[in-house]
């Protein structure tokens, strides 16, 4: 082996060593967006489906299930095949959903900050205040005693 080929075999193995180069799948990638952990339980609100009922989950933050951006006052999951999906609130004391985004009261909710770490309450106009209900499930309604109904945004 020549001094160049030797010298490029070094360079490899001092920088895969220190992590200089990935060598991965795209899986492990970052997922964009925020999660939204509930106060009371530090779970993570999860996006099981198409239609399905919201629940909160132990929190992951590389699963996109779990990762969300606010657009124009809507909470678009950010996993790439729920894309244009968001949260619903169907009625006082019901579970939440994911729906499609279509601007509606029933998916626009309203949040007083957007901040990294911001203990937050999400409204909705047509359900009330974003929480975990028992069984892990999430829906909206009126306000609890327990921190249920509070939320952290976590970049």
Not at 21 to 28: F, K, M
Not at 106 to 120: C, F, K, Q
Not at 130 to 151: I, N, Q, Y
Request: aromatic share 10%.
């Amino acid at each position: 082996m020549n001094v160049t080929a030797r010298l490029g075999a070094v360079v490899l193995t001092t920088a895969l060593s220190f992590g200089a180069i990935s060598v991965g799948s795209s899986a492990n990638a970052t997922v964009s967006g925020f999660s939204i952990r509930n106060s009371y339980t530090g779970k993570c609100l999860n996006a099981p489906g198409y239609n399905a009922g919201l629940t909160v989950v132990t929190c992951d933050e590389n699963n996109a299930k779990q990762r969300w951006a606010n657009v124009a006052q809507e909470f678009q999951n950010r996993y790439p095949s729920l894309g244009g999906w968001c949260i619903k609130g169907q009625g006082h004391e019901q579970r939440a959903l994911l729906s499609p985004c279509r601007t509606s009261t029933e998916t626009n909710w309203v949040v007083n900050s957007l901040n990294d770490n911001a203990r937050v309450k999400i409204a909705n106009s047509t359900c009330g205040y974003l929480k975990e209900m028992p069984g892990s499930v999430v829906g909206c309604g009126a306000r609890t005693v327990a921190d249920a109904d509070w939320w952290y945004i976590d970049y």
